[in-house]
């Protein structure tokens, strides 16, 4: 789970970590008020994405009055990123921040180093915005030092990382400090990500967190109530937040054939088949080994919202899950919906004939197949002559 950038600054400060003065507004009134007792302030659209300050969503303003233009025009729009897709995201609030003189500017980030089974710091001194082309174009510029889960972080794990930043001693001490603090914070909200981008020297020589993003591991979420309340679901993919209700596993992606299947590892290879025979999946979607009738009409319903689909390939092996209680879904499914594009349907496994059957009884026209590959096959012609 994602948060916005304030809520991630409101946390760093809760765990002692210096941010700069700032508060949230949801309008350019708002955005008025605050700024007249923070000029001049850097206005930064809230969304679930970073890239913002090349796309726009960063913007200084000198007095009161050019804030509440700048969030005027910020809020209600939907800002597109390198990191959002085509789609963009919704911008319903604003951070105005005290605007800081930097001087350098860092990268610092924590995450999960799953090949040591640890953490990790995440440090370069050449932070900023163009921390990606760093990546591409000079790896050794981005250090990692790797910290231990049950030892916690160590005093020398920090002094190495402000060699790394190349830091005075002063600072090197406020390094430590706010390294201690975010490994704290990342264990104890079970974080996925603490990214501060950048890390910024101000002209007063003070470490401050200019930008921050923090992710959580959605399967803790359940003994976080506290982080569940910060979700905002405006910024998540609607199709996606709906399938979280069900229980599926959906994530949404840019083919045209929707795919409905059960269990991770077939859904991953029949996105596979659909790619090695030249089609695009339009999703990844897993009923789960103990689907009822409910959720594959819930799973259909999902798909169907989805105007890039234009046929359907449902491909299932019933193990756990029965091949009649999925043919009884998806009959009642396409009855119920009207469904008006081509479903290409692949059984396999336990009371596979009882499924066919209630299939070819249904006088709905479905394409069978015999196996993956002439099902993947059948839904690529399908979707050339679904709807537009
Ligand atoms: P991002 O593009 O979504 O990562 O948004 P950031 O919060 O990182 O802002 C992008 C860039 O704007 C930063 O790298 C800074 O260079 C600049 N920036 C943001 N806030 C301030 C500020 O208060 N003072 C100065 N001088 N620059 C700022
Ligand atoms: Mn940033």
Redesign the pocket.
């Known amino acids: 789970m994602k948060i916005h950038?304030y809520q991630a600054k409101e946390l760093l400060a809760a765990y002692g970590i210096a941010v700069?003065d700032g508060k949230v507004a949801r309008t350019a009134d708002e955005a008025f008020e605050i700024a007249s007792a923070m000029c001049p302030c850097?206005i930064?659209a809230q969304v679930h994405?970073?890239?913002?300050?090349?796309?726009g969503?960063?913007k200084?303003a000198n007095s009161p009055e050019e804030a509440r233009d700048i969030a005027q025009k910020m809020l209600g729009m939907t800002l597109v990123?390198k990191q959002t897709g085509a789609e963009g995201r919704p911008v319903r609030s604003v951070l105005v921040?005290?605007?800081?003189?930097?001087d350098k500017?860092y990268y610092l980030s924590i995450t999960t180093d799953s090949q040591r089974a640890g953490l990790v710091i995440v440090a370069s001194a050449a932070?900023?915005?163009e921390i990606e082309e760093t990546a591409a174009k000079n790896p050794e510029a981005i250090v990692q030092i790797p910290i231990s889960v049950t030892e916690g972080f160590k005093t020398y794990e920090g002094i190495r990382a402000a060699q790394v930043l190349g830091l005075d001693d002063l600072l090197q001490k406020q390094l430590v400090f706010m390294l201690g603090a975010m490994t704290r914070l990342y264990l104890e909200k079970d974080c996925s990500l603490i990214e501060i981008?950048?890390l910024v020297k101000t002209r007063d020589n003070r470490l401050l967190c200019?930008?921050a993003k923090i992710n959580f591991d959605d399967n803790a979420l359940f003994r976080h109530p506290d982080v569940l309340d910060l979700r905002d679901f405006s910024q998540e993919d609607a199709k996606e937040y709906k399938a979280s209700c069900s229980d599926l596993n959906y994530v949404s992606l840019e083919g045209d054939i929707g795919c409905l299947v059960n269990g991770a590892g077939l859904a991953m290879a029949t996105m596979d088949i659909i790619k090695n025979f030249g089609g695009s999946p339009a999703n990844f979607l897993d009923v789960g080994g103990s689907a009822t009738t409910e959720r594959v009409k819930a799973a259909f319903e999902i798909l169907l919202s989805d105007k890039n689909v234009r046929a359907i390939f449902v491909n299932i092996f019933g193990g756990i899950m029965k091949c009649d209680i999925i043919a009884e879904g998806l009959v009642q499914a396409t009855r119920e919906m009207g469904v008006s594009i081509p479903i290409v349907v692949r059984l396999e496994g336990t009371n596979v004939d009882a499924g066919r059957k209630i299939i070819n009884d249904s006088g709905l026209s479905i394409i069978s197949a015999s196996d993956m590959a002439d099902g993947a096959r059948k839904a690529i012609e399908a979707a050339k002559g679904g709807r537009a």
């Open positions: 950038e700069p850097v930064k994405s970073g890239g913002r300050g090349k796309a969503g960063v200084l990123t921040a005290a605007a800081v003189e930097v500017e932070g900023g915005t981008n950048p200019l930008d």
